[in-house]
């Protein structure tokens, strides 16, 4: 039988803002997304306060003050690197690995030979504490589904301690079905539960029992296949070697309304900058680029407005130099005077491999002169920003409001933590 685990960081970014401040540990915490506006993370303690996912900064701002919560805007660069610490640990421990998202990784046990899987788990999730200071909780099932499914019965029961096995166990997996909700099953939208919940399928196991037919006429070969991977049956394989992307993306929400060209522009060239390293950490090159901007669609007193263009490369590139006079080529063509623009974004399209992208006829083969590989190396070394083309100021007003922003522990030689003897 088949034997996969869903290896699952416990309210990963709380965790990652707790790891180096030990005085967060025993306060309630909460991670806000871009510009301080939603919570997008919650210890276990802001749960149970009643804090909800997606809840607006200003309408629990009262009960932030009465329960003394821990604030923290989002530190994407300190989630990152971590993650990719824990990532490694779990890669190195097992067979086979997959990397799902940037808390979740998908482990193949099914070669593992080890006398008590459960016991096993409990070792890795000490493990992966004591290496990383994150904590995990881990489901082992026959299916991707079913293991996405025990994790998360892992992490709400206290008997099962952040481990549970469906494999070595099948008689816990009709109990484990009756247990979860239809809405709660990895790949059931919140669309298709309404749906089902209307025809009295409630659980997973209401919906693991629906005919084959049906489901296949109401939510397609996708819906079918999440039936079958609840019975048992493997429907979607480890992939361990990740599908190449074909577009990158880089946009932000200004953290004020700009009506000011040079200070949207310099945004976009920041944008510009980030997407075409982006694009060279992939060992890619771009076709073609889109530049789009937007003005505050909540706004509704003010004029509203969009505009977006894009431009196809002569020859494939990741040359942020090359890339960015197309970008502002573009942003001189679209722009437009007397609007507060919000929002803009930089999308690199028709990605290939370096090498591997076609050529003209025509086009000049000339050595790369070394110096985004040069800025790359210096930037991976010394953070994020230390060597840039001089593109954009220092001084950014357009930049998101940060303003609970923990310092970048892993990623910044002068953010690193110190300790102090005596």
Request: charged residues 25%; contains cysteine; aromatic residues 8%.
């Amino acid at each position: 039988m088949a034997t996969f685990a869903l290896v699952d960081c416990n309210n990963f970014y709380a965790s990652c803002e707790r790891l180096f401040q030990p005085s967060l540990r025993e306060r309630p915490v909460i991670v806000l997304s871009n510009n301080d506006g939603c919570v997008i993370a919650r210890s276990n303690e802001a749960k149970t306060l009643g804090i909800a996912m997606g809840a607006p900064m200003f309408k629990i701002r009262k009960l932030v003050e009465t329960h003394d919560i821990a604030v923290r805007s989002s530190n994407y660069a300190l989630y990152g690197d971590i993650s990719e610490r824990v990532m490694s640990v779990l890669g190195s421990s097992a067979p086979g690995h997959e990397i799902y998202s940037i808390d979740e990784c998908f482990l193949d046990l099914d070669r593992l030979a080890v006398p008590d899987l459960t016991e096993w788990c409990r070792r890795l999730r000490n493990q992966t504490l004591q290496w990383t200071g994150i904590p995990v909780s881990i489901g082992v099932g026959p299916t991707k589904t079913l293991a996405k499914l025990a994790n998360r019965l892992a992490k709400k029961s206290a008997k099962a301690g952040g481990v549970l096995d469906l494999v070595h166990h099948p008689d816990w997996v009709e109990a484990a079905l009756r247990k979860t909700s239809v809405g709660d099953v990895w790949g059931v939208g919140r669309r298709w539960a309404a749906m089902l919940e209307e025809r009295a399928i409630v659980t997973a196991h209401d919906f693991a029992k629906a005919p084959d037919g049906w489901v296949r006429q109401r939510m397609g070969v996708v819906g079918l296949r999440t039936v079958h991977e609840l019975r048992g049956i493997v429907c979607n394989g480890l992939e361990e070697q990740q599908t190449p992307r074909q577009t990158t993306c880089c946009s932000r929400t200004f953290g004020t309304v700009i009506y000011d060209k040079l200070e949207v522009q310099d945004a976009i060239m920041s944008f510009v900058e980030r997407a075409a390293e982006k694009v060279r950490h992939a060992g890619q090159v771009a076709g073609a680029v889109q530049l789009f901007m937007r003005t505050d669609p909540f706004a509704q007193a003010a004029p509203q407005k969009s505009g977006s263009g894009s431009a196809t490369f002569k020859r494939a590139t990741s040359d942020t130099r090359d890339i960015g006079a197309a970008v502002l080529r573009i942003f001189d063509r679209i722009w437009r005077e007397g609007y507060g623009w919000r929002k803009a974004g930089v999308l690199l399209l028709d990605l290939a491999p370096d090498g591997d992208a076609p050529a003209s006829l025509f086009d000049e083969m000339e050595a790369p002169d070394g110096l985004m590989t040069a800025i790359d190396q210096i930037n991976a070394r010394y953070g994020r920003g230390t060597a840039r083309l001089g593109l954009t100021r220092k001084d950014r007003q357009w930049q998101m409001r940060r303003e609970h922003l923990s310092p970048s522990f892993t990623t910044k030689w002068s953010e690193i933590p110190v300790a102090k003897i005596g």
